[in-house]
Nanobody
Framework: QVQLVQSGGGAVQAGDSLKLSCSISGGTSGIGAVGWFRQAPGKEQEFVGS????????YVTDSVKGRFTISRNNAKNVVYLQMDSLNIEDTAVYHC?????????????????WGHGTQVNVSS
């Protein structure tokens, strides 16, 4: 059974950086990609981006492009979300999730495995 354990997050000021980690255990052979989603208070869940497990190819949504970077350490089975130049609109609960799909998919239902979520609070 694949398990995702998240770490990182917390409270920062606008302009600061944070790095979220997603440790994957229980076997990665069936994983095609790992994605990051976020949900701000009162808003729908938003797909942030993803990384293809085998190739390392990444995609991030336009709202975070140039500020957020997704990377991985395959030896440690860890995926990272580096968030720079944070602003108040980035305040949300962030989840990592894994999917069988090897392409980029923003459809949460295609991710059967999820991390518990971590809170990111950005203040002015």
């Amino acid at each position: 059974q694949v398990q995702l354990v998240q770490s990182g997050g917390g409270a920062v000021q606008a302009g600061d950086s944070l790095k979220l980690s997603c440790s994957i255990s229980g076997g990665t052979s069936g994983i095609g990609a790992v994605g990051w989603f976020r949900q701000a208070p009162g808003k729908e869940q938003e797909f942030v981006g993803s990384i293809r497990w085998s190739s390392g190819g990444t995609y991030v949504t336009d709202s975070v492009k140039g500020r957020f970077t997704i990377s991985r350490n395959n030896a440690k089975n860890v995926v990272y979300l580096q968030m720079d130049s944070l602003n108040i609109e980035d305040t949300a609960v962030y989840h990592c999730a894994a999917t069988h799909w090897t392409g980029t998919t923003a459809i949460s239902e295609q991710y059967p495995w999820w991390g518990h979520g971590t809170q990111v609070n950005v203040s002015s």
